[in-house]
């Protein structure tokens, strides 16, 4: 049976799959990993150790000597992508409560929601997309995102907005795991190439752990308004990113539209800063199901749209020159 292989070919089906099991399991049977107890309940339960472990197999597979040309493209990615969020978190403070919108068609609505959704990029789904549409060093790029990952970034934007206050020792806890993979990563190769390999394996565990934090149910209510937050955060963070690609990264703008999805990581981060603080508890759930549309939305569209933008702006042969060295690896 080639269940992974189907897996696969769903945009970020490694870590959605996962999710949705877990999502699916929490909605039926939301007891399961009380009554099993024992190891069935830590992983059912253990989104953020497993995170945590993530966060540092990420930081240890980041090699400092990236070229010159990938640190130009990924830093102007990831630095646009987070100057949208945070310009989006302020306008957004001035209309939205700080305990959300209860009622009407945007009920559930936060800007937990909202900077969760657009802070972070899906770094597999655009390595993928331009390995396919883009060059080598544009692929390159998603090394750098990978510092985009967990909650430290959202953080930081809510922070700086003024709309929540974090004590300094919480920053230094949400990164301290990712830095300290990156230094033994960086002083020893062995042990880069050693958890690097984890990387890869702890999605899904983790996407089933943090499904099991959502309620289909909840997804339900705000379905339709998880859509449209998904579409928005293609064309609000998508735009600025073409710009920037075009303009400061080299490129013609196809990174640019790879880069506007939202990461699955994402879903996880309503629930981490609730734990940090307590205050953004009331919408952490209605947060956490929006995010979850949204990364959903984004990971069927932004493959598309990315597909048609290349057709039409791309460089036929950058895409040509990948095919051949796809097409060489394979017969040697």
Not at 81 to 107: D, N, R, S
Not at 217 to 228: A, F, R, S
Not at 281 to 306: D, G, N, R
């Amino acid at each position: 049976m080639k269940i992974k292989a189907t897996i696969e070919r769903i945009p970020g089906g490694m870590m959605l799959v996962p999710l949705l099991l877990g999502a699916l399991l929490n909605t039926l049977a939301p007891d399961t990993g009380a009554y099993f107890g024992s190891f069935t309940k830590g992983m059912i339960t253990g989104t953020v150790p497993i995170l945590a472990v993530w966060f540092f197999c990420i930081g240890a597979s980041i090699d400092l000597r990236a070229t010159g040309t990938v640190l130009r493209k990924s830093g102007t990615l990831v630095i646009t992508k987070i100057a949208v969020a945070w310009i989006v978190a302020m306008l957004a403070a001035t209309f939205i409560p700080e305990h959300g919108i209860e009622a009407g068609f945007f009920a559930g609505l936060s800007v937990l929601a909202i900077v969760s959704a657009m802070d972070m990029t899906n770094g597999g789904l655009y390595a993928s997309l331009m390995n396919q549409y883009g060059t080598k060093e544009e692929s390159g790029a998603f090394v750098l995102m990978s510092l985009e990952s967990g909650p430290l970034m959202t953080m930081v934007i809510l922070g700086s907005a003024g709309l929540a206050s974090f004590e300094p020792h919480h920053f230094v806890g949400a990164v301290l795991p990712f830095l300290i993979g990156f230094a033994l990563g960086n002083l020893d190769h062995d042990f880069r190439a050693f958890f690097s390999k984890a990387t890869p394996v702890l999605i899904p565990f983790f996407g089933f752990a943090l499904g099991n934090t959502i309620n289909l149910k909840v997804i339900m209510d705000t379905g339709l308004l998880g859509i449209v937050l998904g579409v928005a955060v293609i064309i609000i963070t998508g735009i600025p990113l073409i710009l920037a690609d075009r303009l400061i990264g080299g490129g013609n703008g196809t990174a640019g539209v790879a880069a506007s999805s939202a990461a699955g990581a994402a879903v996880a981060n309503p629930v981490i800063i609730a734990q940090i603080n307590p205050a953004f508890e009331p919408v952490a759930a209605s947060a956490t199901a929006l995010v979850a549309a949204s990364v959903i939305v984004t990971a069927i569209l932004v493959p598309i749209i990315t597909a048609l933008y290349a057709k039409r702006f791309g460089n036929p042969q950058g895409a040509v020159e990948n095919q051949e060295e796809r097409t060489e690896s394979l017969n040697h």
